[in-house]
């Protein structure tokens, strides 16, 4: 027989534990406190002291707590969490060349399910006694493995009585409730919801398949009225011939647009990043199980995140909800761009529509369109054009007439260096064409047709276009035949036009190698008038050229631009501007110095 009621001996220090009583609703949990004595009498009198107050406590907590829908609430939002956590991991190891990393984290899932389910079921001082260990045996799970699950369960005890955790239990139970400071019962509600639902998490996870969200939810609810992992029974339905994961269909989609030339490493990054963040942000991994409002959420998510969310390497791992939370605490500025958000958009219609043409079909039609963001700042106004006075201004810089050396082209001097830093911004300017559009041309691509020198921007394994219109033939400006450009292009040795330009990553452009110098030689030729001028503003000088003062036909401007032509007579009946038509308004265009 014990000393007093409730009071027992760990080592050599007395511990008063004590069931909640049922009428309260959490008859599977304990309160502990540790005497912090060794002394038999000082045990008694404090264990005297904490049965009496928690016999009011008990009868206060009896009261109130978490209400049906509440706790629901919070059991989604603990699975959600934790599927996007496990997610993340999962996405960070896809690259492991670790033979069996796959099933060595099932089976480490597996011990963290267990561990945290008799936490769950025991509280924070449950332990992995002979029962415990017989009821492991019994769900199948091997003896070799207690170990691990004994070290888990000391690890997430601990973790329980973190503070940290505390804060995001009593944060996260609050923005439910709506009250500020959540009662004991609510907190303990909470706490056992949140073991629930990890342990439900992570014990789908081991099944090596797809943790959906409502398997999860039953199975955490399965938890709590059992105490033990149920069987989860396998849905007999065909096997799909194509992974369902939205990653997998990212994936798919990515080699095939990149494999007919109308996706560029960057657009298949762009591609991958947001099928990510969809999982992430919804929780939803498999396509099948996508519906309207998980893309709703979406939206939601992205308009509650900082603009330069997870640029920082510290910041790479962190999760959404924890960043949206730090944003909202430091009242920073939140919201992706329109335009970001309206791309984001765009690639998961993609996504959707590659899942059903693979017979993957979503939850109901996914609509996107109504979910679009528009932008208060006019288009037009986005990037300013060049005037001609500041083309001038800019091509009497040293690039052009003149630099101290290779490694100095923005100070004057006697040495004119013909590369692409060179060449590169006078094609734009005589051109209109794209930055990397010019940056990747090679020998090939300069053609001369109906007696007419022509760039020929076409689809390369050096680069790609931004869209099928943007597929077309420009005549070469006679300045830039004076300025010896084809006799350049006989002296280049190798396939490209500008073989110094490197990439600084698999995902950069080529044209980024010549960014530092042009825009140093931008701001100090332009001075202020430069703030908002970019490479870009070369395309909308162009345009106004051929718009405004030479009045060039709508058709022949979208020929040489590379834009799509609106008129469907136009886009499918004749054929294209002659290059000789052409030829007389590109070498119309003002010479640049």
Known sequence: ?????????????????????????????????????????????????????????????????????????????????????????????????????????????????????????????????????????????????????????????????????????QNGISAITGHALPSAHDFLDARTIYL????????????????????????AEALEQGGSEPHIPVTQETEPAFDPAIAAIADRLTTKKMKLGRATEKTAYQIRNTAALLVEATGVTDIRRLKQSDIAVFCDVMSRLP???????????????????????????????????????????????????????????????????????????KVPPFERSDIRMLFEGSIWSGCRSSARRTSPGALVIKDGLYWIPMIAAYTGARREEIAGLCRSDIINEEGVWAFEFAFTEVRRLKN???????????????????????????????????????????????????????????????????????RHYVIDELRFKQRVEKLTRHHILGHLVDSTEDRIYGKRTPLPIMKEAIDALPRVF
């Open 307 to 381: 603009p330069a969310y997870r640029k920082s390497p510290k910041e790479k791992l962190v999760p959404l909800a924890d960043i949206i939370a730090a944003a909202a605490e430091k009242s920073a500025k939140v919201g992706l761009s329109p335009a970001t958000v309206n791309r984001n958009l765009g690639f998961i219609a993609q996504i959707v529509k590659h899942a059903n043409a693979e017979g993957l079909p979503t939850r109901g039609s996914i609509e996107v369109k109504d979910l679009r963001e528009s932008d208060a700042e006019d288009d037009q106004d």
């Open 196 to 219: 629930r639902g990890r342990a439900a998490v992570y014990l789908n996870a081991s099944q090596r398949r797809d943790p959906a969200l409502a398997e999860a939810l039953k199975l």
């Open 468 to 538: 099928l219109q943007s597929k077309r033939k420009v005549p070469i400006h006679e300045h830039l035949i004076e300025l010896g450009f084809l006799k350049h292009i006989d002296e280049v040795e190798t396939g490209r036009i500008f073989p110094e330009l490197k990439r600084k990553s698999a995902r950069a452009n080529l044209g980024d190698d010549i960014h530092y110098n042009f825009r140093a030689m931008l701001d100090k030729q332009l001075g202020p008038t430069a703030r908002d001028k970019v490479f870009h503003s070369f």
């Open 1 to 169: 027989m014990g000393i007093a009621n409730f009071v027992f001996r760990r080592a050599a220090i007395y511990a008063w534990r004590r069931r909640i009583p049922t009428r309260i609703g959490c008859e599977s949990l304990h309160l502990q406190v540790s005497l912090g004595t060794a002394c038999p009498a000082t045990a008694r009198r404090l264990a005297g002291i904490l049965t009496h107050e928690s016999d009011e406590v008990f009868e206060a907590m009896a009261l109130d707590g978490l209400s049906k829908e509440a706790a629901r609430q919070w059991l989604e939002q603990v699975v959600r969490d934790e599927m996007a956590r496990i997610e993340r991991r999962k996405r960070a190891q896809s690259d492991s060349r670790e033979a069996g990393y796959a099933r060595l984290n099932a089976e480490e899932d597996r011990a963290m399910g267990h561990a945290l389910r008799l936490l769950a079921r025991d509280g924070v001082s449950a332990e992995l006694g002979d029962e415990e260990k017989q009821e492991l045996v019994s769900e199948g799970v091997p003896k070799a493995a207690f170990e691990r699950v004994e070290a888990y369960l000391s690890q997430a005890a601990g973790e329980m009585l973190a503070p940290s955790v505390e804060r995001k239990i």
